[in-house]
């Protein structure tokens, strides 16, 4: 599967807000839209297409919080379009969304929060070596990950 990450940027953020969830799966992930939205005010979020060749098939959001110290990376989004949904493209995506993170920023944690309900994304984040801390954010579940698999 060949799946690339393109930034979000004037030529295809319309693009990005029209994609969305199943309606089953909305009290689970902020809507685009809002995502675009918090990026444009908070600093330290990065947006990204997730494109399966030319078409956009999800987005992801991560951003940097800066005011732990080591600084902490987050994927503070993660969606595949209700349309392109049984695909394969989730656990795919996800995977080139945290090892791109990985790389780009040499970091050795990752973090996200989960609504405790959404058992196919914990599925998928716990396949790609997350474990949940025990911490909470907002309702949601914090999990973490850490290259060589220290807990």
Request: glycine residues 8%; proline residues 4%.
């Amino acid at each position: 599967m060949n799946l690339t990450l393109r930034p979000i940027n004037k030529e295809n953020w319309k693009e990005c807000a029209r994609l969305e969830v199943n309606p089953d799966q909305r009290d689970y992930v902020a809507s685009n839209p809002y995502s675009l939205a918090q990026a444009a005010y908070e600093p330290d979020h990065a947006l990204w297409g997730i494109y399966a060749g030319d078409r956009m098939v999800g987005f992801s959001m991560t951003s940097v919080d800066r005011e732990t110290v080591p600084a902490r990376h987050w994927i503070s989004r993660f969606m595949i379009d209700r349309r392109e949904q049984g695909k394969g493209f989730g656990k795919a995506a996800f995977r080139l969304v945290a090892d791109s993170l990985l790389s780009a920023y040499g970091c050795s944690e990752l973090r996200l929060s989960v609504h405790p309900e959404n058992q196919a994304a914990i599925h998928i984040y716990e396949g790609y070596g997350f474990q949940k801390t025990g911490e909470m954010l907002e309702g949601e579940q914090i999990m973490r990950f850490q290259t060589g698999g220290a807990s």
